[in-house]
């Protein structure tokens, strides 16, 4: 009895170990310890589960629209994007048209139809050709303006140039420019100088007048004959020139207006010889660069000396009108001729600028004529 009830007992206490319900006579603790585990892992019932969420439909592709020749197509957005367990094969990009009215696109027809029948027919669709234009396709005008303007530059470099530069040299030998007593070129002014015995008169009559009491219709009046004598020339008559400088400058002035216009040619007859650019032998192209650089700064130093002269006779008209104004100041007199004697030299000097550009432009031309003529030598062609 006694190992009857300890055998019930610890039946008992496996089955409560074990987590099982009541126990059953004929099963053993591990059949109820399986049981359970196998429950625990059965999945739940199919009603408990969410549906799974809807496929998107693919979107419609879309029609391609009939379109006129005078129209422009444009690639529309892509498709998008939908899950991978509903893809299929991407269906081709549709094409967006932008229609042009018609006579808006008549009105640009028009136009370039017009641009092209200003330029000839062999160069319409290619552009590069009509930077690379050759001379016998610019006319034959501008062929004989090309070769008499060659024909001029030639003379002037073989004849003019030497024949100007004697000249000039026999004026600058002239006593008319080697004046050694400058005070020879006074000229004279004839401006008188005030008595002072006089001028003290006038001075004590406006005093009187001052302090005496007039009436307001002859302050007036009084007001009216200063402006009147203010408007006036000075009391002296009129004041010439200084002749002998006006001669020289009658003489300069052709000079000056000669060597501009020479210079303007022979410039424009290097600019021509230029070739086109490009790699390889440049060396005659530097030359013609120094070359060109010279004559530049010769025509900027010429064109200067219009303004000088005009600067002359400017500033000397204001030393007479002070001169006249002032009559008993000395030094507006003194500068009168200052300036006559200054305009002296500078002749001189401006004589000699345009003997020495004739001089320095025929040199340089003279030495460096064939790499001036021809840069690259007589394999390589020149366009005008």
């Given at each position: ?92 990009p549709t094409m967006a048209t932008l229609r042009v009215h018609p006579e808006a696109q008549a009105k640009v027809d028009v136009f370039r139809k017009d641009l092209c029948s ?111 004598d203010e408007e006036k020339g000075p009391p002296c008559g009129p004041v010439n020139c200084n002749e002998k400088i006006v001669v020289l400058l009658q003489r300069l002035k ?82 009168v001729h200052e300036l006559d004697e200054a305009e002296y030299q500078d002749i001189r000097l401006m004589v000699m600028e345009i003997r020495n550009a004739y001089a320095v ?24």
């Open positions: 009895m006694e190992g009857g009830v300890e055998r019930g007992r610890g039946a008992g206490v496996g089955r409560r170990a074990l987590g099982g319900g009541p126990g059953r006579r004929g099963e053993s603790p591990e059949c109820w310890a399986e049981a359970k585990l196998g429950l625990q892992e059965e999945p739940p019932p199919l009603s408990r589960l969410s549906p799974p969420p809807p496929v998107p439909p693919l979107p419609k592709p879309r029609k391609a629209v009939q379109v006129s020749s005078t129209a422009f197509a444009f690639p529309s957005r892509c498709p998008l994007q939908t899950p991978r367990a509903a893809l299929s094969p991407r269906p081709a200003k330029v000839r027919p062999t160069f319409i669709g290619n552009p590069v050709q009509l930077l690379l234009l050759r001379p016998s396709l610019l006319g034959a005008k501008v062929d004989v303006f090309h070769k008499d303007l060659c024909s001029k530059t030639e003379n002037l470099l073989g004849s003019y140039f030497p024949k100007k530069i004697a000249e000039l040299d026999a004026f600058l030998k002239e006593p008319d420019l080697n004046e050694a007593n400058l005070s020879s070129l006074k000229a004279p002014l004839d401006i008188p100088i005030p008595d002072p015995v006089k001028e003290k008169e006038k001075e004590e009559r406006k005093k009187q007048q001052e302090a005496s009491w007039e009436t307001r219709e002859k302050e007036e009046k009084d007001e009216k004959k200063k402006g009147e052709p000079e000056i207006k000669d060597v501009t216009e020479q210079l303007n040619l022979v410039t424009t007859w290097l600019q021509l010889q230029i070739p086109r650019i490009e790699d390889g032998n440049n060396f005659g192209v530097a030359v013609q660069e120094k070359v060109f650089e010279l004559m530049t700064s010769l025509h900027t130093k010429v064109e200067g000396f219009h303004t000088q002269i005009s600067k002359y006779f400017s500033e000397r008209g204001d030393a007479v009108a002070k001169a006249a104004k002032q009559p008993h100041v000395g030094d507006y007199r003194q500068l432009l025929y040199d340089i031309i003279l030495k460096n004529f064939e790499k001036l003529k021809k840069p690259r030598g007589e394999t390589k062609g020149m366009i005008y």
